[in-house]
């Protein structure tokens, strides 16, 4: 499998360019040419051509097997002493997704940047089932897609919002969560203690689909008056 994938020509070598040609001429005139120079000059530089397309296909062919049997079998076949074959492994790292959450029927993966919804691509396909284990392809991203708008949110800025509840308006603060443990203390207004929902990726997950961000957390509800609710567009009064 390295051989198709790393071993192919390399881009980038040869002569390019007039200038190039015409100091060639020049050279090949025995009166202009010099009389010693290195024998690697003149050779250009090469770049690494790399052909991932069959790793993609061979991820594809083995949708719904064990994820830890497809690894096993790609991995089979290289030895980690060789640093060019090792390099498949690190492409295979970028190319399915391993740290997945599932939310209803949305899928999230937690990674340096935070936690984000992902849809299927070119080069990240599939996806690691966190429930059995499988392989799986990771749905398209849909036509036009946006975010998902309910008519009892309505986004008033990164710190706050209007929400409907129990078929009244309320104004819902929301504040940054601090940084490290801290979080396990805080309390949301609308989703209670934060420890009790779940994992540190769980409770992400839930505060992004919930408020649209995975770093805010409601610290205060108030119900808002006529003068307010005018504020509101007028297919969700």
Request: hydrophobic share 35%; aromatic share 8%; charged share 30%.
């Amino acid at each position: 499998m390295y051989e198709v994938i790393i071993e192919r020509p390399r881009t980038g070598g040869g002569w390019g360019g007039e200038g190039r040609r015409e100091e060639m001429r020049r050279r090949a005139d025995p009166e202009h040419a010099p009389v010693r120079e290195p024998i690697s000059r003149g050779r250009g530089s090469k770049q690494l051509n790399e052909n991932l397309a069959p790793l993609r296909r061979f991820l594809l062919s083995r949708v719904g097997r064990p994820w830890d049997a497809v690894h096993s079998e790609i991995a089979a076949t290289l030895r980690v002493t060789s640093a060019v074959q090792k390099h498949v492994l690190d492409h295979l790292r970028d190319m399915v997704y391993t740290n997945v959450m599932k939310v209803g029927d949305r899928l999230y993966e937690r990674g340096s940047g935070g936690v984000r919804e992902i849809f299927g691509h070119r080069w990240t396909p599939v996806y690691v089932c966190p429930e059995t284990g499988l392989l799986k392809k990771v749905p398209p991203r849909p036509a036009r897609y946006k975010p998902p708008v309910t008519r009892d949110v309505v986004p008033i800025d990164g710190g706050a919002q209007y929400r409907r509840i129990g078929g009244q308006w309320y104004r819902i603060t929301l504040m940054p969560i601090p940084a490290g443990p801290h979080w396990l203390d805080l309390h949301d207004v609308l989703l209670g203690a934060l420890r009790g929902l779940g994992t540190t990726w769980q409770m992400t997950a839930t505060l992004l689909e919930h408020y649209g961000r995975s770093d805010r957390y409601a610290t205060e509800k108030r119900q808002i008056g006529k003068k307010e609710l005018r504020r509101l567009p007028p297919e969700v009064r």
